[in-house]
């Protein structure tokens, strides 16, 4: 079992910068790719930014090139997404995933995680 637990979310105005943080606790930080997420009231779960066990290797949706930065310390089982350039269309609950970093799955689908936090509110205003 892995536990997520976000922090970092709130309210900021366009154009400002928000960094979220997802500490893991349980079986081995670095053996998981982790993700971000996010999810608006009414709409699917979308894929924000991934991270290798490692973190040598990152991906990041269309939305999120260029804004948004993806990181993890696996010393402090730690993963955070500085977001800058924040749009009111930015507005979501942001999820922190993870899923073994050997499996085969779509890392840009939610379906593909076994373990999920709690969420953080993430409000952007115009």
């Known amino acids: 079992q892995v536990q997520l637990v976000e922090s970092g979310g709130g309210l900021v105005q366009a154009g400002g910068s928000l960094s979220l943080s997802c500490a893991a606790s349980?079986?081995?930080?670095?053996?998981?790719?982790m993700s971000w997420f996010r999810q608006a009231p009414g709409k699917e779960r979308d894929f924000v930014a991934g991270i290798a066990w490692s973190g040598g290797i990152t991906d990041y949706s269309d939305i999120a090139k260029g804004r948004f930065t993806i990181s993890r310390d696996n010393a402090k089982s730690t993963t955070y997404l500085q977001m800058n350039t924040l749009q009111p269309d930015d507005t979501a609950v942001y999820y922190c995933a993870a899923v073994w970093a050997t499996s085969r799955r779509d890392y840009r689908k939610w379906q593909s995680y076994d373990y999920w936090g709690q969420g953080t509110q993430v409000t952007v205003s115009s």
């Open positions: 349980g079986r081995s930080f670095s053996d998981h790719t």
